[in-house]
């Protein structure tokens, strides 16, 4: 993301230190972990811990959620939009959008679309009635190119701040989740950290069978744990989404390196022109201009690559944004 100037100022009065970093990396590893699990994994003192992460949280600065994976649980098409709108209305759209409860993210950005946006969708004709009568029925936009998700080569969940990129999942294909299953889902969709207490009593069942859930929901990938925060508060000040059209053959190799990439926010394949949507995090522009050309360089397969730069972000995984923090 191009950091807007209330952004970066807001980022200055609330800044983070090498401890609090340290703490957000060891939750990125264990989202669910104990605060002492937490603490031997970064080696700051439990007390110190739990009061870092517990500010942020308090402050709405980060936010632990679970996740899921719709492709994994066989759902409803995910549906990628690109919005040109009216000149002055990009804002007034975006926020409109962003109010949508099964839109997960708007974002504005550069480029020859004013918004990307990502839509979960429960059936064929919700995805029919969103592309060809909702979108663009929305007061000022102009233009929709749509492209459907085929499949996911890493999700947000996976991004971490370091650097390091932890081992991909092996896929098992399409599970489904029963009535409990959602139920949980929807609780762990508010707090991902929420007690086994708390979510037996909110699904109405007993603990030992929401531990019984929760696992085969982890083990069967449909389900993630996200330490949801800004970049920006963590040192990456550009963000990226990057169309690729690819020779077919080639696809399936570029995406699993991409993958591996340590700017990879996340990856998938898409309908469309363009065969692979890859959203990047880097430094500043250098890191950025690097990313779109020594690496996209580097990688045999590769017919076109178009580059768009996220201006500012008003919903992702499902919640809106108010500057840095996370609803």
Known sequence: MVSSTADTDEKRHFSLDDTDLAC?????????????DLSACCDVA??????????????????VIGELDPVVVGGGPVLHAWIRVADGLQMVVAEHLAQLPQVQVVM?????????????????EALSDMVVRELPLVPGVKQVQSQVVLR???????????????????????VSLNADEMRLLGALMLDGRASL?????TCGVSEPKVQRMLSGLVDNNALTFRVELEPLLVGYGVEAILSLQTQPGATDDIALELAKDEHTRCLFGTSGRSQL????????????????????GSLEGIISCETNTVVKAYKRAGRVRRGLMVE
């Open 24 to 36: 957000l990396i060891a939750l990125q590893t264990n989202p669910r972990g104990t605060w002492r």
């Open 46 to 63: 439990e007390r110190t811990l739990s009061r870092r992460l517990q500010r942020l949280m308090d402050s709405g600065y980060i936010r």
């Open 108 to 124: 504005a950005t550069t480029g020859e679309f004013d918004i990307f946006t990502e839509i979960n969708l429960q059936s064929v």
């Open 152 to 174: 996911s080569f890493r999700r947000a969940s996976r991004w971490r701040i370091d650097g390091s990129v932890p081992t991909e999942p092996v896929l098992a294909g399409a």
């Open 197 to 201: 207490g708390v979510l037996a009593e």
């Open 277 to 296: 949507f890859w959203h990047v995090l880097c430094r500043d522009i250098h890191d950025l201009w690097n990313v779109s050309t020594a690496r996209i």
